[in-house]
């Protein structure tokens, strides 16, 4: 399955009382990685195995990248609490993103199918943590 759409959203933050501007920048950064580690999806039916394990170790990159980028945003003074329950979600997102591509990896490197069902479960939670994130909105 594959799993794309922006995690991120700020809702109505039309009077801010913290760095507004160095929060989107940090947003900006995630959502790039973001859209960058998911591209691999689009090609993982026509693409050779050793351009998939780099994709996905590069992706494995990008998360963890964007697990300090939402630490850094939980440092931002008077950041309300919306968007600290939101970096909450996004941090289990981050992991369910690492384990999801560490277990394609698996799935690749070993040239087996019997890491499906685990692939499909670790996608359904990634849907769940999405839903999630579509409510705070």
Not at 49 to 62: A, C, Q, S, T
Not at 88 to 101: D, V
Request: with cysteine.
């Amino acid at each position: 399955a594959v799993i794309a759409g922006t995690a991120f959203l700020a809702g109505d933050l039309s009077t801010p009382d913290f760095d507004a501007t160095a929060y989107d920048k940090e947003v900006v950064k995630f959502v790039e990685n973001e859209n960058q580690s998911l591209a691999v999806f689009n090609m993982i039916d026509s693409s050779e195995p050793e351009y998939l394990i780099k994709e996905f170790r590069n992706g494995i990159v990008l998360w963890k990248e964007n697990k300090e980028i939402v630490r850094k945003l939980n440092t931002i003074e008077n950041l309300p609490a919306e968007l600290l329950e939101q970096n909450k979600i996004l941090l289990r997102y981050c992991e369910l993103r690492i384990k999801h591509n560490e277990i394609i990896l698996k799935a690749i490197s070993e040239d087996t199918d019997k890491y499906v069902p685990e692939i499909e479960r670790i996608g359904m939670e990634i849907n769940k943590v999405l839903k999630e994130l579509e409510e705070i909105k």
